[in-house]
């Protein structure tokens, strides 16, 4: 009785599982040893690729989050601008409306406002003064306040004192006058005048706490007297709460993230422990990061344009690998049930194994079979015809695979005048492969068969790209010169389908032929084509190739090209047609090196070695 392949199945694993004996008895490499083998080994490749990719991921997680930070810091950035340049705004608007502006330039050149009393306010008395501040600061509530500080001279003739009018906000309704020297504030000695007067030009002071607690930074502007003395300087007053809060509105890219700005002296000025602004220092950025990574923390930061200001904010590491650290639990986890079918298909695909090795011997060998059937459609007898001595034609093909697309043929025949005639072509069919090698077949067979019936190339060309246009479902195409040379008048008849200009060697120069491109065979059908010709003297060479030729490219990715070949050509002293393909097939392997070839080669020469007969 049969045994049924289900228990030949059986007994072959138990065979293996048990394990063979060695000539003394002894139990040898068994199928749990291999199982066993597999096991760890798949395991150890689980791990490592675990491991490899949890790395990676999280290395794709750092710089997406610093995509994602470059984005917040920009925003960060339009923020603080925002609010600086609408304080800005606001200052020049206040000086405008009390001085006049004259435009001066520093030593590099570039343009500064400078501001001169308008004579119109000269005689203006301090309650005036104090009006024109708070109609400024009701029409911009943005600010927190703004402030006229004299030079002594000014005001202490007439009052005794300095006078400095400061009002600001003290809620949305409510305004509060002040002179600042009457609040024990020496305000010459501030940095906001001091640093002001001494620069000489618009200018943003160093943070402060003002008498309320607010952390106040303030655009100051010089301004001069018709004479040139120094007359005081405007402050208008910014609390850096407000880009403050807008900012830890809007900056939060990860949970837990805190964002803080540090400005000149290393001070915070945003903190999210508010006791830490204006009060506590850091030595440097540098400092900062190691602090934070203590906290595993990873700290982001961006200088602003000025240089003055930080914008930086620290994220915890726990969110910015949240994903990552979950996606890796649900990996170990796809692991442990991985591994439990592993041994399974180990033994599925054991027995597929030998199958598929099978098919590969098979599939190329048969490679190699069509490879040489390829070879065998093409004329590979050199030379081409012996009993001929007015003819030297020599050609080469050199596939990128074991079978390619390019082609060349050639038939010599009488034409109608009754006079020998080389009919021959050269073409390039696209793609690689096997559809390639498949339509190179098809385009060399009705090649063959319409030179026997015609010498004119465009008939040739036409009556081809007719017959493989029908039914071309997948588009291929395929370019092809087409020739026709008569042997005893010179008259060299072509028609080009959408292929590279051959070259034509006289006198020892080359230059390309003009050719009409037309299109490739297969791309339309009833297209018709145009054909041209010249006459071909004594000792003249055609020369066509494909553009496996002029695109070959080196290890710098850089193409052979259309020149290279000519003037390769025009170096040559040589006068036959296999010693000119040689050389270009040497120069061109030269030029690529050890570039693998990524398309066929093929070149075709024709050269006449005979007086014309001219009728």
């Known amino acids: 009785m049969r045994k049924s392949r289900a228990q030949n199945f059986l007994e072959t694993i138990l065979f293996y599982g048990r394990g063979q004996k060695d000539a003394k008895g002894k139990r040898m490499f068994s199928m749990l040893h291999l199982a066993l083998f597999i096991f760890f080994s798949t395991t150890i490749v689980f791990l490592v690729t675990a491991s490899v990719s949890y790395t990676a991921t999280r290395n794709k997680a750092m710089k997406d989050a610093n995509i994602i930070m470059n984005q917040n810091m920009a925003l960060a950035t339009e923020i603080i601008n925002k609010h600086v340049m609408s304080v800005e705004n606001a200052g020049y608007s206040l000086a405008s409306i009390l001085l006049d502006k004259k435009i001066e330039y520093d030593e590099n050149g570039k343009p500064y406002p400078k501001y001169f009393i308008n004579e119109e306010y000269t005689q203006k008395s301090i309650d005036q003064l104090y009006d024109i501040l708070e109609r400024f600061v009701r029409a911009n509530p943005h600010l927190w306040g703004a402030a006229f500080g004299y030079e002594p001279h000014v005001y202490e003739e007439k009052t005794g004192k300095s006078i400095a009018p400061f009002v600001r906000h003290t809620n949305d309704t409510l ?18 005048y001091k640093t002001t007067k001494k620069v000489g030009r618009p200018r943003w002071c160093l943070p402060f706490t003002d008498i309320k607690g607010e952390v106040i930074s303030c655009f100051c502007i010089p301004v001069y007297q018709s004479d040139g003395r120094y007359l005081g300087t405007i402050a208008v007053d910014m609390r850096l709460r407000g880009f403050s809060e807008d900012l830890k509105r809007e900056i939060h890219p990860y949970k837990g993230s805190e964002v803080m700005v540090i400005g000149p002296g290393n001070m915070f000025l945003v903190h999210p422990d508010q006791s830490c602004v204006m009060s506590c220092s850091i030595e440097s950025i540098e400092k900062f990061e190691k602090e934070k990574e203590e906290k595993d923390a990873t700290l982001f930061y961006q200088k602003m344009d000025s240089d003055q200001m930080i914008v930086a904010v620290s994220c915890p590491n726990n969110a910015i690998y949240a994903e990552i650290d979950e996606l890796l639990r649900k990996l170990m986890s796809y692991i442990g049930w991985g591994l439990f079918f592993v041994e399974f298909f180990c033994l599925m695909i054991f027995l597929q194994l030998k199958r598929l090795v099978e098919s590969k011997v098979t599939i190329e060998g048969e490679l190699t079979i069509a490879s040489n059937i390829q070879k065998s459609m093409l004329p590979m007898m050199f030379p081409a015809f012996p009993d001929r001595n007015d003819l030297d034609l020599y ?25 020998d005639t080389l009919v021959f072509a050269i073409g390039d069919v696209s793609g690689k492969g096997v559809p390639a090698s498949l339509l190179m077949a098809v385009v060399c067979s009705l090649f063959r068969d ?46 080009n389908a959408g292929h590279n200009q051959p070259i034509m060697l006289k006198d020892g120069k080359a230059c390309f032929l003009d050719v009409i491109p037309n299109i490739p065979l297969g791309a339309f059908e009833n297209f018709e084509y145009e054909s041209e010709s010249i006459m071909m003297d004594n000792g003249e060479m055609l020369f066509a190739y494909t553009d496996g030729v002029t695109e070959a490219e080196n290890t710098f990715h850089n193409d052979y090209s259309d020149g290279k070949l000519l003037k390769v050509l025009n170096e040559m002293t040589t006068t036959k047609t296999i010693d000119v393909v040689n050389h270009v097939a040497k120069s061109v392997h030269d030029f690529a090196g050890n570039t693998e070839q990524s398309d066929d080669i093929t070149m075709l020469a024709i050269k006449l070695n005979k007086d014309i007969k001219v009728n």
């Open 175 to 192: 305004y509060e006058r002040l002179n600042l020297p009457d609040n024990m504030n020496d305000y010459k000695n501030d940095d906001w």
């Open 395 to 419: 050609a080469t093909l050199k596939p990128a695979k074991s079978i390619g697309g390019d082609l060349y043929d050639y038939v010599i025949r009488k034409n109608s005048e009754g006079h």
């Open 450 to 495: 319409m030179a026997m019936k015609s010498t004119d190339p465009k008939v040739i060309a036409s009556d081809i790209n007719n017959c493989i246009s029908i039914r071309n479902e997948y588009n291929m195409f395929c370019t092809m010169f087409v020739g026709s040379l008569d042997l005893e008048t010179g008259l060299l008849s072509f028609c």
